[in-house]
C-alpha cells in the first residue's frame, strides 16, 4: 500500500529547494513558441543556469518546457562526520541519542544527516518535528536517517508548500536498496532515485504549468517535456493550466503521484504512475478524467482539444533537444517553423527522438503510446526561432470533443 499524507505542507524543504532549481534548469523566461494562428507559447527555459520560476502567460500549442542543463546531476547525502544513521538516530519520534546531540557520528550540524532535501540538525529530530537533545525544530519534511521518518522517508507533517497549487509529500516507509525520494521548492516537484547516498535526479515537474522532464538515467540530460494537462481552444482562445494541485505517495520503488485542477470550467484529475527505472530507460503512466462543461472552438479541427503534448526545442540543425518526431510507424524531420507534417495523422504514436547537439549532451527520446485515448489526431507546430532557452514546438495528440477519460504510456530513452 501506498503512505499517503493528507495535510498541507507549510515549509520548504532547505536542501530541497536548491537542487530542484539549481540542477533541475527551472526558470522564469519570456513568451516563446506559437500555436497555429501564432499564439505566443509559455515556456520554461532549459539554459545552463537558472533559479525558480513558472511559466508566463497562457501558451502556444504546448510550446513552452522545463528545461535544464546538462545532464542529471546526482545529488548526494552527504556527512562528514555524521554517517546515515550513526548513532544517535532518532526513528521513532523522540528526543535524539547522546551522540546524536552534535556528539562524535551523530546528527550534527557540521557532519550530521545532510540527506536529499533534508533539514540538518545538530542534534537528532523528532517525530512531527520536536527538536531532539540540542536539535532545530521543524515543522516536518525534514528528509534524514536519522530525524524524521525513517530511512529516505518524509514526515507525515511536513513538506514544502508551493506558490503554483499544493503539493503534499508522502511519510515515507523504511525501505532498503533503490527507492524513490521527492521533495519540492516554489513551483516544482523533483524526484529521486537511488540507493545507499546517491539519488540523482529523475523526474521534474512544474506545478505552474504541469510541464513534465524526465531522463532516462544518470548521464541523460534534461530536454523534451510532457505537458500533463489537458490543452485546448474555446472561444476566448488558447486554455493552458496555470496550475496543478499534486500529492505525492511513495512506498520504496514505487511512485503515485494525484495531480488535479481546474481550467476553464473543466475540472481535471488524474495520477501518474512511474516505474523504477533500469537500463536506460523510464516508464510512466498517465489516467486523467474531466468533468464540467466547455464548449471547443470549431475552427482548430487539429487541436481542439489535446489530452497530451510533447514540448521540445529545435533551432538548427546543430542546435536542439530534438531532431525528429515519429509519428505512427513513420519519421519526421523537425522543421525550424510551420507544421510538422501536412495534416494530422490518425495513430496511437507519437515522440521525439534525443540524442546530442551542440546545445544538448544525451537528451532524452520520448514515446507516447496513445492506446488509450479516443480517435486521436497528431500533428505539431514549430515557430521559428534563435533563442535555444525557449521551446519552439510541439508535437500533440488531439481529438475534436472534450475527453471525459483517457489514459497514455511515457516511455523516455537514450
Known amino acids: ?86 548513532g544517535g ?14 556528539g562524535t557520528g551523530g546528527s550534527s550540524a557540521t557532519g550530521g544527516t545532510l540527506n536529499i532535501g533534508g533539514t540538518s540538525g545538530s542534534g537528532g529530530v523528532a517525530s512531527g518535528g520536536a527538536p531532539g537533545a540540542g536539535g532545530s525544530s521543524v515543522s516536518g519534511g525534514a528528509l534524514s536517517t536519522g530525524g524524521t521518518a525513517n530511512t529516505g522517508g518524509y514526515s507525515a507533517t511536513g513538506g514544502a508548500s508551493s506558490t503554483c497549487g499544493n503539493a503534499v509529500l508522502p511519510p515515507g516507509g523504511l525501505c532498503s536498496g533503490f527507492r524513490w525520494v521527492a521533495g519540492t521548492s516554489a513551483n516544482s516537484i523533483t524526484l529521486y532515485f537511488g540507493s545507499g547516498t546517491t539519488f540523482p535526479e529523475y523526474v521534474a515537474i512544474d506545478t505552474c504549468s504541469s510541464y513534465t522532464r524526465f531522463v532516462y538515467g544518470p548521464l541523460g540530460g534534461w ?70 462543461t466547455v464548449t471547443l472552438a470549431t475552427d482548430r479541427p487539429w487541436e481542439a482539444f489535446k ?29 525550424t517553423s510551420g507544421w510538422v507534417v501536412a495534416g494530422p495523422v490518425a495513430t496511437t504514436h507519437l515522440g521525439v527522438m534525443g540524442g546530442s547537439s551542440s546545445w544538448k549532451t544525451n537528451a532524452p527520446t520520448v514515446v507516447i503510446d496513445l492506446a488509450g485515448v479516443s480517435s486521436p489526431l497528431v500533428t505539431g507546430w514549430m515557430t521559428q526561432s534563435a533563442d535555444p532557452n525557449d521551446d519552439n514546438g510541439s508535437l500533440w495528440a488531439a481529438t475534436t470533443e472534450v475527453q471525459s477519460s483517457w489514459n497514455y504510456d511515457i516511455t523516455v530513452s537514450q
Not at 6 to 20: I, K, M, N, R, W
Not at 89 to 102: H, Q
Not at 225 to 254: E, H, K, M, R
Open 89 to 102: 538516530s532518532n526513528r521513532g519520534g523522540g528526543t535524539a541519542g547522546t551522540s546524536g546531540t552534535g
Open 307 to 335: 489530452p497530451v503534448t510533447i514540448s521540445t526545442m529545435y533551432e538548427s540543425s546543430t542546435v536542439w533537444d530534438a531532431d525528429y518526431a515519429t509519428i505512427g510507424s513513420d519519421t519526421y524531420p523537425l522543421p
Open 223 to 292: 530536454g523534451s517535456s510532457v505537458i500533463l494537462a489537458p490543452v485546448f481552444w474555446t472561444a476566448d482562445g488558447l486554455q493552458q493550466v496555470s496550475y496543478i494541485d499534486t500529492q505525492i505517495n511513495i512506498n520504496c520503488d514505487q511512485v503515485l503521484i494525484l495531480l488535479t485542477g481546474t481550467l476553464a470550467g473543466l475540472s481535471f484529475s488524474g495520477t501518474l504512475n512511474i516505474d523504477p527505472p533500469a537500463n536506460n530507460k523510464l516508464t510512466a503512466h498517465v489516467s486523467m478524467t474531466t468533468s464540467g
Open 1 to 86: 500500500m501506498f503512505n499517503t499524507s493528507t495535510s498541507v505542507l507549510a515549509l520548504f524543504v532547505a536542501g530541497l529547494v536548491g537542487l530542484a532549481c539549481s540542477r533541475s534548469g527551472l526558470k522564469t523566461t519570456a513568451d516563446a513558441g506559437a500555436a497555429s494562428g501564432g499564439r505566443p507559447a509559455s515556456t520554461i527555459s532549459s539554459g545552463t543556469t537558472g533559479g525558480t520560476g513558472g511559466i508566463i502567460g497562457p501558451g502556444g500549442a504546448g510550446g513552452g518546457r522545463i528545461g535544464g542543463a546538462g545532464g542529471a546531476t546526482s545529488s548526494t547525502i552527504d556527512g562528514t562526520g555524521g554517517a546515515i544513521s550513526s
